[in-house]
């Protein structure tokens, strides 16, 4: 047992790890497809989907609102991006926005185009957005711009006020009316390219992350990345922490940029299938088909809400079609 159970009390560990919230999910699931789950028991069912909770599978082919219901669901819709998707990093081919977003589409159908652009902008920065981009860098923009993306939002707000002269509520205010009159000066004489004050925007962040608490990155982790400098752009901020190593642990969805295009697991399943296919292909009879021996495969299951079927045509009920017909003629 973690001893993190054991430090907090039940009703907070119960809403830090979000269970109600899996558990509706379950009974909604449940009563959906009731008659199914009658076939084969209500203890498998949920047995079944709090492995894939576990798995992280339990977000393929679910909505946007409940895969980013929850960090977990966060971290595990990106690791399942990930591992669909690697081999693109792994050919070395480049996309655009729009071909990044069909691919998101593809684990989640109503995922909305605007968190892809704001991720494609942290890499392309001042570039058109229809430039191409490699796997690598669009995945870890968008790791840091899904994961974190409410508190990404305020901190926005509150660069643009800052850009903008404007005192935000959060900022301390100097004592001397003189010093702050020169500091809103400086301000508004500064180049919206040369970006802001890094410890004013820094002390405006601490106060954030109080209110988003497990919804941010560390405060310690982004006072290391504004220490080391005095001015910065917004987006200079996101990539910073797109490519901060320690985020990315925090995180814990992907693996250390040098490993992304690596999966050991996989590679080895496949070179097992190959092996297998060209002993097969060697030692099978030279005149009959190829016979591939059946094995059973591990079953990996994953609740997900259930498509709406369609009526289904009778086929048997015409015994030829147009094209058998006129084929023959």
Not at 100 to 125: E, G, N, S, W
């Amino acid at each position: 047992m973690s001893p993190e159970r054991l430090s907090l009390p039940g009703e907070q560990y119960l809403a830090q790890r979000h269970v109600l919230t899996y558990i509706e999910d379950a009974v909604s699931q449940l009563l959906e497809n009731k008659e199914e789950v009658c076939q084969y028991g209500i203890a498998r069912f949920f047995t079944e989907y709090f492995t894939s909770v576990h798995q992280g599978t339990h977000v393929l082919f679910r909505e946007i609102s409940f895969i980013q219901a929850t960090p977990h669901n966060r971290a595990s819709f990106l690791r399942n991006f990930w591992k669909c998707f690697r081999t693109i990093g792994k050919n070395g081919d480049l996309l655009t926005v729009k071909e990044y977003h069909c691919l998101l589409q593809m684990l989640c159908p109503d995922f909305p185009m605007d968190l892809t652009q704001k991720a494609a902008r942290i890499v392309l920065m001042d570039d058109a957005m229809d430039c191409l981009m490699s796997f690598s860098d669009f995945l870890f923009a968008f790791q840091i711009q899904f994961y974190y993306s409410e508190f990404l939002e305020s901190a926005a707000a509150i660069y643009q006020d800052l850009l903008t002269g404007k005192n935000p509520n959060t900022v301390v205010v100097p004592t001397s009316s003189s010093e702050q009159h020169r500091q809103r000066s400086t301000q508004s004489e500064c180049s919206p390219h040369d970006g802001v004050d890094a410890p004013v925007f820094y002390q405006c962040l601490e106060s954030l992350c109080e209110r988003y608490k497990q919804s941010c990155p560390p405060p310690a982790l982004i006072g290391e990345v504004l220490s080391s400098v005095h001015r910065l752009t917004f987006y200079g901020f996101l990539m910073v922490l797109s490519k901060h190593q320690g985020i990315n642990k925090v995180i814990g969805a992907l693996p250390e940029r040098g490993k992304l295009l690596e999966d050991t697991t996989m590679d080895k399943t496949l070179e097992n299938l190959v092996a297998q296919m060209s002993e097969n292909s060697i030692s099978g009879p030279a005149t009959g088909p190829l016979t591939v021996q059946p094995r059973e495969l591990p079953r990996i299951s994953f609740p997900r809400k259930p498509l709406q079927h369609r009526p289904r045509t009778d086929l048997e009920s015409d015994g030829s079609t147009e094209e058998t017909d006129s084929s023959e003629n």
